[in-house]
């Protein structure tokens, strides 16, 4: 492990970060930064009450990140002491390419702040990998050296380290600083309560400099409960998972298609159109509110920016008519589930429950741009299960009385799918359909005084086929052809069609 002595960018020159705090004064130091030599730092007029505590260090390694290591320690509650610390210790990586390790802890009892002999103790200080709160983050370079960060921090420590396995070129070290902002942005939304995903600046990096990211995270939510998140990024898929104590979720998101991905427009809208069918689900299903949320962030920032598309040379290119029965996004796969819970104490075997799955998959085929096939499904299904009061304002408190134990326990099976197939011969439009169906079910179990009163089951249908042979090309059956203005009207509107309806009622007729 290389230890930097020296940064250009470091921020006031302390000898003695253990004494340093959070507003040191450069002005005012005194002594010498010889080897072992002890340096006296003025704290700039602060009150003996607001003195930092005296810690404990890894080594006498200065750096921006050791101030801020300091100025946490004092300042931030255990969730927020990586705060600004990723993100700089990255930029700290990218700008001199040197391996880092620093830890801190407060110091025992009665040690004086300016005994330098012991605030600077290696053996002491072993606490790397000892907080509750901790990341990983691993970075590939297309050379294949591999950049190593972790951090970890808690009630009463904070350790960081950076290890590269080679020496990186400037492309290398150039993108690795590009990530900066969004690693800490990753740290501070799993650090925040309720915790958010915020990954969709890690899909951003440089392909040509870097091959992959991979970020490892848990965070203390609770007593005894941690929010864990695991995230991977190439050329080829983006996945992610995350599980805490209001469920757990994976979404996976396949970049080897660019083919089919659409413009940045539609798939912003087809991105909005799934959103809106996550929240349709978490409505009908009474989800939890912070999980849909966490979800639906999650979601968001793996479909963002795939970047720009590579085509094979002489490979199927679809057209605008292709596009229109597409809606543009990479194909993936993505569910999450809520905690069980059992909130009626008199029949516990009743759980609540929340369950939903999201996918989509293209195909295209064929062996030239003239002979080619389209093919794409979106599908959805949701399982929930849930308490409500038999009458709508009425207020639901289950206990073990039996006058509380009115109610309804409700079990919902919903599933939707839509699936679109465009295909041609010799040049020629062969075929073109839609294919749209919804299936939902409601069972309600009625309780009156903990005695069930009625079991009633209502399911629900729809599924319809339309051929747009003859609405993409009218001539077919006599009428005019299209013009170019009417043509992208027409295909407009059947991409408005093509979306997911969970709701059987939303589908149109044949």
Known sequence: MTTITSLNRTSPTVANPATAGAYASTSSATGTTGNGASTVVSLGGASAEAQPKALVWENRTRSTAANLMARNFNEQPASGRLKGLGGELLKQVAYDGEDFS??????????????????????????????DNQVALTITTRSGV????????????????????????????????????????????????PPHIDVGGLTQFDHGALSSVDLKGQFKVGPAQMQKLDFHADA????????GPEGSGKINVDLSQPASWGSKDQQAKALNKYLQQVDQAGARGQGNGAMITMFKDAFTGMNSDYGTPTIAPR??????????????????????????????????????????????????????????????QQQSHLKARYHAPIKADARLALDLSPNSQNYKYITIDDSASSTTNIAYDKGVLAKATLEMQANQSTRVLTYTLGKLKEDHTTPSGKSMTRDLLTTLEPERVGLPALNDEEREQVLGRINDQIFLQSNPYAIPND
């Not at 080829?236 to 599980?243: E, K, P």
């Open 236 to 243: 080829a898929q983006r996945a992610l998972s995350f599980n």
């Open 102 to 131: 620093q830890s801190v802890q407060q110091a025992p009892s009665g040690v004086q702040a300016d005994t330098y002999d012991m605030l600077v103790s290696p053996t002491q200080v072993s606490q790397h990998g000892m907080g």
């Open 315 to 376: 490979g199927i290119v679809l057209t605008n008519q292709d596009r229109a029965m597409t809606t543009g996004l990479a194909d993936f796969n993505a569910s999450f589930a809520q905690a069980e819970v059992a909130s009626n104490p008199a029949r516990i075997t009743e759980k609540d429950s929340f369950a939903y799955e999201l996918s989509q998959k293209t195909s295209i085929s064929g062996t030239s741009q003239l002979d080619r096939g389209i093919s794409q």
């Open 146 to 193: 591999k950049v190593e960060l972790k951090l970890d921090a808690g009630d009463n420590s904070i350790a960081i380290e950076a290890h590269s396995s080679g020496k990186l070129n400037d492309s290398e070290r150039k993108a690795l600083g590009k990530l900066a902002e969004a690693f800490q942005q990753a740290i501070d939304g799993l650090s925040e309560q």
